[in-house]
């Protein structure tokens, strides 16, 4: 009497253009909020919903207080499900429809929250053709699915070292053939060694005028070392991520412990005449 359809694979995604111009040149700034202790626990247990499906779950409920520290409309956008980073901290993301506002957010276990604001402007535009569509492909690789379905299970447990252990552990598998001298390197070469020999497996030629954003280290004292490196085309249409993960030594021997990648993602668009 019933049928259950499950999609295992989905290979790949192409996207109607919308309203958010194509080809243009966008500058970008940042702002960052750390909510006092007046206001700390609200906006933290805004951002904590854990079924994006309830009504009390929606944008307008989960980033009200975000957007009216800043006065903007939140009638229009996107949120993406709140996760648990390696750090056990809760992460939840929000963007507007023509993604030129973001809310980057995130709930610490002690209970603090730190919120970056991400606000774009176009300084030149080339609007295309309303019949113009726009393709994108999405490339990823991180561990494999059995350690990352491992990891997630004692994060739930609060078993943060473990966690970390087995992270490595499947971290450790990639990249392992040809040179190892980018391990000792800084994060920002270190992650660009690792998206060069990435995006050549991929097949994927990075635009010439890529443009390196930051390496933003989200760890915390107790935690191994968690770096992310971002890297965007001054059009948007190409935007990479690397994540790097190192044991944290005590004194002068941290640089000799070895970068592990725990995830390289890409996204690639271009535009598609109907």
Known sequence: MFNLLAIQQVEQVSAE?????????????????EPGPDVRSTV??????????????????????????WNDALDRGFQTAGEIDLNGDQIAN????????SYFTRTKRDGSVSIKRERCTASWRAFAPS????ACEDYHLDVDEATD??????????????AWAKQ?????RLYA??????????????????????????????????????CSDNSIEESPVFVSCNWY?????????????????????????????TQVYGEVCHSVSE
């Not at 253009?17 to 909020?33: A, K, L």
Request: proline fraction near 6%.
């Open 17 to 33: 253009r919308t309203m958010v111009p194509f080809g243009g040149v966008y500058t970008c700034s940042e702002q960052t909020w």
């Open 131 to 134: 019949s113009t569509s726009l």
């Open 149 to 162: 379905r491992a990891v997630q299970q004692l994060l739930t447990k609060d078993d943060f070292h473990a």
């Open 44 to 69: 933290a247990k805004s951002l904590d919903c854990a079924d994006l499906s309830e009504n009390d779950c929606g944008p307008e409920q989960r980033f009200r207080t975000v957007a009216a520290h």
């Open 177 to 214: 053939d040809g040179d190892q001298s980018w391990r000792t390197q800084k994060p920002k070469e270190a992650a660009w060694h690792v998206l060069l020999e990435q995006t050549r497996d991929w097949k994927v030629s990075p635009h010439p005028t890529l443009q390196f954003d930051e």
């Open 233 to 261: 085309s001054p059009d948007g249409n190409e935007a990479f991520t690397v994540d790097l993960f190192k044991e944290r030594i005590p004194g002068a021997e941290q640089k000799k412990a070895p970068w592990l990648v």
């Open 94 to 101: 929000w963007s507007s429809s023509d993604l030129l506002t």
């Open 168 to 172: 490595a552990e499947g971290a450790r």
